[in-house]
């Protein structure tokens, strides 16, 4: 057996670890965010989709999904729960039958309101760390992707 004077890769410190650092700040943002999210009433993720519809609304079931990252089995349950809680309805598109399109209701878009009067999260960082960090998570999102699917 061979043996080296190299520490094995198990010994690098988690905090060392990219993937640990971005889902520990991952964590850290659910819980700063934990107070609005309670006020409104939603989950991150019924967050997320109510702001890209305050966005864009009257969009298509596929189209926030890949805009949000989410397959149809977890947008769906999510989409029919703030239908359910009068925030959104969902209708077959007229034009295609197969699609099917989410628009937001007057109490949808009340929410915004009541987001807006909110404190927002503060994240500690200037406008221009801000913006490089948003930029840099974008780009390894966007690598992550591509090294995905050039792997299959």
């Given at each position: 057996?061979?043996?080296?004077?190299?520490?094995?890769?198990?010994?690098?410190?988690?905090?060392?670890?990219?993937?640990?650092?971005?889902?520990?700040a991952?964590?850290?943002?659910?819980?700063?965010?934990?107070?609005?999210?309670?006020?409104?009433?939603?989950?991150?993720?019924?967050?997320?989709a109510?702001?890209?519809?305050w966005?864009?609304?009257?969009q298509?079931?596929?189209g926030?999904?890949?805009?949000?990252?989410?397959?149809?089995?977890?947008?769906?349950?999510?989409?029919?729960?703030l239908?359910?809680?009068?925030?959104?309805?969902?209708?077959?598109?007229?034009?295609?039958?197969?699609?099917v399109?989410?628009?937001?209701?007057?109490?949808?878009?009340?929410?915004?309101?009541?987001?807006?009067?909110?404190?927002?999260?503060?994240?500690?960082?200037?406008?221009?760390?801000?913006?490089?960090i948003?930029?840099a998570?974008?780009?390894?999102?966007?690598n992550?992707?591509?090294?995905?699917?050039?792997?299959?």
């Amino acid at each position: 057996m061979k043996t080296t004077n190299q520490a094995p890769a198990a010994a690098v410190p988690l905090s060392d670890y990219l993937c640990f650092a971005v889902y520990s700040a991952n964590l850290a943002f659910g819980k700063a965010y934990k107070p609005i999210l309670e006020e409104l009433g939603l989950t991150y993720p019924q967050y997320i989709a109510i702001i890209a519809l305050w966005e864009e609304d009257n969009q298509t079931v596929s189209g926030l999904g890949a805009k949000l990252f989410l397959e149809s089995n977890t947008l769906t349950p999510m989409l029919k729960k703030l239908e359910a809680m009068g925030y959104l309805e969902r209708q077959r598109d007229p034009g295609d039958e197969r699609q099917v399109r989410i628009s937001l209701t007057k109490s949808g878009r009340r929410l915004r309101e009541k987001a807006l009067k909110m404190n927002p999260v503060e994240t500690g960082l200037a406008s221009d760390e801000f913006a490089k960090i948003q930029t840099a998570v974008v780009a390894l999102r966007n690598n992550l992707i591509k090294s995905v699917q050039n792997g299959e």
